[in-house]
């Protein structure tokens, strides 16, 4: 039986400010990619996420973000050199892995949030960057990549089990990497569209992008962003119509860490 996970952004509240149910995400999906500050997120945030996730036995995984807590990470910083990016991500696997380690929790992951993910996706010199810096932290976490993109050569370069990632509620340009926010049909509100999306293609082994190309790669894991206000209906559709499919939903394991 094939596994397939489903992941979130999630931790992402700050403060006073609240963003997305995570309590409810976290009794669907089966890993959380929680916030560490730079985007979204604080101190208590992140621990309270971690023991959360912890409690429901979900897999758990550092977010890092460009430094950019006024845009939420989604605008494109370009004057910082891959070598400063990389010391903001060990930084923030620092503090996520401190916080999660002092509650006897082992962080799984890392996911890079926003426009760092989707810059690295093109940008060989900085995927290359954060694969290291992941990797000068701990070896044996997995990175989380889109198929086919620079990201997951870095990742098999720097000796790093990729877990390659589709997403349910966004589109896809030619390039293999997501749809800019800033075009129509680019964000994905209908739960049972975006799982007839997903199961298209987990079955065709590809990204499907919005003109109808197909990008061979393989898919190990789904992901559903927490911060919209379809995201938990959304989330608990899509793992309905992967169970009925005949899939399993579960985290990536070590037992089946593929190259």
């Not at 919005?210 to 990008?215: A, L, V």
């Amino acid at each position: 039986m094939r596994t397939i996970d489903i992941n979130c952004d999630m931790g992402e509240s700050f403060g006073v400010y609240t963003l997305g149910d995570d309590d409810a995400m976290l009794s669907i999906v089966t890993s959380a990619n929680i916030a560490c500050g730079f985007h979204a997120g604080d101190p208590l945030v992140m621990h309270r996420t971690l023991a959360a996730a912890a409690a429901r036995g979900v897999n758990v995984g550092a977010h890092p973000s460009l430094h950019d807590l006024w845009g939420f990470g989604r605008r494109r910083i370009l004057d910082e050199s891959p070598d400063e990016i990389a010391k903001q991500i060990i930084y923030q696997i620092g503090a996520l892995r401190a916080l999660a380690e002092c509650q006897g929790i082992r962080l799984a992951h890392v996911k890079t949030h926003g426009s760092l993910g989707n810059m690295a996706a093109e940008d060989a010199a900085l995927a290359v960057a954060i694969a290291g810096a992941i990797a000068s932290v701990d070896g044996d976490l997995f990175f989380t990549v889109m198929p086919a993109m620079e990201t997951e050569k870095a990742a098999l370069e720097a000796g790093l089990s990729p877990i390659r990632e589709i997403y349910a509620d966004r589109a896809y340009a030619d390039t293999g990497n997501l749809l800019s926010r800033k075009l129509p049909g680019s964000v994905i509100h209908d739960p049972d569209l975006a799982a007839d999306r997903v199961l298209r293609m987990i079955e065709a082994d590809a990204v499907i992008c919005e003109s109808g190309k197909r990008i061979p790669g393989r898919i190990d894991s789904v992901c559903v962003h927490g911060d919209t206000p379809d995201a938990v209906s959304m989330a608990r559709r899509l793992r309905e119509r992967l169970e009925q499919a005949g899939l399993k939903v579960a985290p990536p394991s070590k037992d089946t860490k593929t190259s």
